[in-house]
């Protein structure tokens, strides 16, 4: 009896041994640097000519936070008619996600956000070390090393 109670316990603990190291890996695999770069056409709002092209640059953070992962965001641009540079897109119409914890579901592979007020998903492609927003796989976020 007192066997049995002993290989009842040594197996609980190999199972809870192995669960932890899945989530640790799916933890760690998850968190870095994931980038996206696009161009665009700027037209005058007024005239609808060409004005020039601009340079997107969107990041996501994933890294540790929590109970799950901090995921925050930031846009760059870059147009190709002025001298002013990269400049931030925070107070942009397409300004950045707003930075949130999130929590990983291994069944649809994503992080979803723990806070009501912001209904973002990410899905993670670990294999292929990219990332998306939503539901949609049509505009990859390539992890950077």
């Not at 936070?65 to 799950?68: E, M, R, V």
């Given at each position: 009896m007192t066997l049995r109670l002993i290989l009842i316990c040594?197996?609980?603990?190999?199972?809870?041994?192995?669960?932890t190291?899945?989530?640790k890996h799916n933890f760690d695999s998850a968190t870095g640097v994931y980038v996206r770069e696009y161009s665009l056409d700027v037209t005058n709002p007024e005239t609808g000519q060409k004005i020039g092209m601009r340079q997107v640059r969107d990041s996501i953070f994933v890294k540790p936070?929590?109970?799950?992962y901090q995921v925050s965001n930031s846009k760059w641009r870059m147009n190709d008619y002025d001298n002013e540079g990269w400049v931030s897109m925070a107070h942009?119409?397409?300004r950045p996600l707003p930075t949130f914890i999130a929590s990983y579901d291994a069944h649809t592979r994503s992080l979803n956000s723990n806070n009501p007020n912001v209904s973002q998903t990410i899905v993670l492609d670990a294999k292929n070390e990219k990332l998306y927003k939503g539901a949609q796989n049509d505009k990859p976020y390539i992890k950077v090393r």
């Open positions: 040594a197996g609980a603990l190999g199972v809870v041994s192995c669960s190291k899945e989530s936070g929590g109970d799950g942009a119409d397409d």
